[in-house]
C-alpha cells in the first residue's frame, strides 16, 4: 500500500511569504506527527494529531506556525511570515496509534531565502 | 521533563569494525524503538523493544533493552559501507505527553571503505 505522502518535495520562498506543507498519511493511522530536521541535526517534534483529539501544539516554535488536519488524514502545517530561520526539512508522519512505530514521509525540504 | 541522552553524537568506523550507539532516559520507559536514516533519506523504522532485558536481532544488528528499562544499545557486529546513516532511538514512557514518544538526538555513522 501507499506509504505518507508528502508535497511539496522541495519549496523556495522569500523571506516573508507564507507556505503550506501538505501531509497524506498512511490510511487508518489515527496519530500523525510533524517533525522539522535542520541539515545534520535530530527531530525536532512541532505538532502532533491523535484522532478527534485536541492537538499537542508544544513543539510549535512561535505562533507563526500552525497545522490542521481535516477528516481525521490529511494535514497542513503552514508557516507564515517566513524567516531565513525556518529552512529545513519538514518530516510527517503518522503511526496506527500513539506511541506506535512512526512510518515517515520522504519530507518537504524548505528554502527560505 | 524528559531528558533522552544518545551517545556518541558522532562515530567513525573503518569497515569490518564494531559500532554502538547508546540510549538513556532519566525515567523508566514503556518501550524503545529504533531508526535509520540513510543521507538524504527519512526515518525508517527498524524495532522495538518492550520486555526489561530483551535482546533482538536483526542479521549483523542486535539490539538491548535494560533491565532497569531506562537504556538500550544499538550494536552492529562487522560494520558495512551499507550502515552508513543516522540511528534515531525514540523513547515511550510510562506516563505523561499524549505524544508519547521522544526521539534521541541521533548517532551519525560513518563507515570508512
Known amino acids: 500500500g501507499a506509504g505518507v505522502s508528502q508535497s511539496p518535495s522541495n519549496k523556495v520562498t522569500e523571506k516573508g511569504k507564507d507556505v503550506e506543507l501538505r501531509c497524506d498519511p498512511i490510511s487508518g493511522h489515527t496519530a500523525l506527527y510533524w517533525y522539522r530536521q535542520s541539515l545534520g541535526q535530530g527531530l525536532e517534534f512541532l505538532i502532533y494529531f491523535q484522532g478527534n483529539s485536541a492537538p499537542d501544539k508544544s513543539g510549535l516554535p512561535s505562533d507563526r506556525f500552525s497545522a490542521e488536519r481535516t477528516g481525521g488524514s490529511v494535514s497542513t502545517l503552514t508557516i507564515q511570515r517566513t524567516q531565513q530561520e525556518d529552512s529545513a526539512v519538514y518530516l510527517c508522519a503518522s503511526s496506527l496509534g500513539a506511541g506506535n512505530e512512526q512510518y515517515f514521509g520522504p519530507g518537504t525540504r524548505l528554502t527560505v531565502t | 521533563g524528559q531528558q533522552v541522552m544518545q551517545i556518541p553524537q558522532y562515530q567513525h568506523v573503518q569497515e569490518g569494525e564494531d559500532f554502538t550507539t547508546y540510549c538513556n532516559s532519566s525515567t523508566t520507559l514503556s518501550n524503545i524503538q529504533w531508526y535509520k536514516q540513510r543521507p538524504g533519506g527519512h526515518p525508517v523504522f527498524l524495532i522495538q523493544?518492550?520486555?526489561?532485558?530483551e535482546v533482538k536481532k536483526q542479521k549483523r544488528l542486535t539490539f538491548q533493552f535494560g533491565e532497569a528499562k531506562k537504556n538500550s544499545s544499538l550494536h552492529i557486529t562487522a560494520t558495512q559501507t551499507t550502515d552508513v546513516g543516522t540511528y534515531f532511538c525514540a523513547e515511550k514512557i510510562s506516563s505523561g505527553s499524549a505524544r508519547q514518544l521522544t526521539f534521541g538526538s541521533g548517532t551519525q555513522l560513518t563507515v570508512l571503505p
Open positions: 523493544l518492550v520486555k526489561s532485558g
